[in-house]
């Protein structure tokens, strides 16, 4: 098993710019979630899915989309990058029940001049 | 709004010593607290904790936790260099959500 892997691992963007950050999951976890992580305030929920074709909004959801179409992939879109977006994103996963923990894909670093 | 909230947010403590890492938290419909171990890379999971006073052992870590005051302790003994990290409390709730708290940033000297 692969767990969850992200890609890219780091990348640049000029302000206004979008992207997509890429995470999938080979392990047929129906949560997964986006967080950001900056200095000093731990992890923040951005968005988070229960299951394919269902997402919902966490902690600081503004400036980001996400799309659950299948089990295994949940990316992330910036649709008009800023600098307060400059973070480190982590995707993680889990199943739904309760019992278990989140699996954590090995992030990714965004800088946004 | 649920919260969590870690203390003390940074130690710096000598090989050998003894640390224990506090997790206080305020949530609804709690379903259980985790802890994690974050060095320069992704969280790694160390405990699950969902009943109380059950405490939870992997060789020199423990943690415990009190549902009744709604507090976890994490227990490092004979710290070691290896143990400097950032140390995250998570809780997870019934709307499967995890609130992480800011992190206890601990760093062993030789």
């Known amino acids: 098993n692969a767990g969850v892997t992200q890609t890219p691992k780091f990348q640049v963007l000029k302000t206004g710019q979008s992207m997509t950050l890429q995470c999938a999951q080979d392990m047929n976890h129906e949560y997964m979630s986006w967080y950001r992580q900056d200095p000093g305030m731990g992890l923040r929920l951005i968005h988070y899915?229960?299951?394919?074709?269902?997402?919902d909004q966490g902690e600081v959801p503004n400036g980001y989309n996400v799309s659950r179409s299948t089990t295994e992939d949940f990316p992330l879109r910036l649709l008009s990058a800023a600098p307060s977006q400059t973070s480190v994103y982590f995707c993680a996963s889990s199943f739904s029940g309760g019992g278990e923990t989140q699996y954590f894909g090995p992030g990714t670093r965004l800088l946004v001049l | 709004e649920d919260k969590v909230v870690q203390s003390p947010l940074s130690l710096v403590v000598h090989e050998g010593d003894t640390v224990t890492l506090n997790c206080s938290y305020e949530v609804t419909n709690f379903r259980s607290l985790l802890w994690y171990k974050q060095e320069k890379k992704a969280p790694t999971f160390l405990f699950m904790l969902?009943?109380?006073?059950i405490e939870k052992k992997s060789g020199r870590l423990s943690s415990i936790l009190d549902k009744k005051e709604l507090f976890s302790i994490l227990n490092i003994t004979a710290t070691q260099t290896g143990d400097s990290a950032v140390y995250l409390c998570a809780v997870r709730n019934y709307g499967q959500n995890f609130v992480f708290g800011p992190g206890t940033r601990l760093s062993v000297l030789p």
């Open positions: 969902t009943s109380s006073g």
């Open positions: 899915s229960v299951g394919a074709g269902i997402t």
